[in-house]
């Protein structure tokens, strides 16, 4: 698959790189923009269509698995299958020391990344068929100080999508994981709260230099 791909969903797609990577795909291709904050859903369809694209917005929680179940089976009726799936979602769950996790965000952590992957690797696979791409994007903080709820439960996801990329190799769909520079986002917000945000990658930018990688062939 080449940068040919008509049918793109993204999950994670309200805000930070999720949103800006749906208007770098949207020309020329139609996005399927899955996230939890509706207004943000339709503050990014808007600027989609204001530079000429389309875009269905799903405003879903990746964590109900009967959402994300009539999702993909709306997507199959619709469209018979999609080119591609940008997974960006995550839970940034809050820095703490490792004997002082907290059940609660623990439980939400696993709940997003590890959990709610799974699934929708399972959910999405069969629209991908052989053919399609997934992309997936890593984050070294496993194992970092004070980052156990999130860097645990990222490290575990990009295990399993590890998995499936070895899995598929051979046979489709093509799973391909890409690491961004450090930006602005939110969530980074939450880590760093007194970093000079003027030396991170500016989003939109990002977005621009992962684009060649996510469609190459």
């Not at 600027?47 to 993909?72: F, K, N, S, Y």
């Not at 002082?100 to 990344?113: P, Q, Y």
């Not at 990222?154 to 399993?160: I, N, S």
Request: hydrophobic share 45%.
């Amino acid at each position: 698959m080449t940068d040919t791909a008509k049918l793109v969903l993204i999950t994670g797609a309200s805000r930070g790189l999720g949103a800006a990577l749906a208007e770098a795909l949207a020309p020329g291709r139609h996005v399927i923009a899955v996230g939890r904050t509706t207004g943000a859903l339709e503050e990014l369809d808007d600027r989609i269509r204001a530079a000429g694209g389309q875009a269905t917005l799903a405003p879903m929680d990746i964590t109900v698995p009967e959402a994300m179940q009539q999702l993909c089976r709306s997507i199959h009726d619709r469209w018979g299958g999609i080119d591609m799936w940008v997974h960006t979602a995550i839970h940034a769950g809050p820095l703490a020391p490792a004997p002082h996790l907290a059940d609660k965000d623990l439980d939400r952590s696993i709940a997003v990344n590890l959990r709610a992957t799974a699934r929708l690797v399972s959910y999405v696979a069969p629209l991908l068929g052989q053919t399609g791409r997934a992309v997936f994007f890593d984050d070294p903080q496993g194992g970092e100080k004070f980052f156990g709820h999130y860097g645990s439960t990222k490290a575990a996801q990009m295990a399993l999508v590890r998995s499936w990329q070895a899995e598929s190799a051979r046979t489709g769909p093509e799973v391909r994981i890409l690491a961004p520079r450090p930006m602005p986002t939110s969530t980074r917000a939450r880590f760093f709260p007194g970093e000079d945000r003027a030396t991170l990658a500016d989003i939109r930018d990002e977005a621009a230099r992962l684009l060649p990688e996510i469609l190459k062939a």
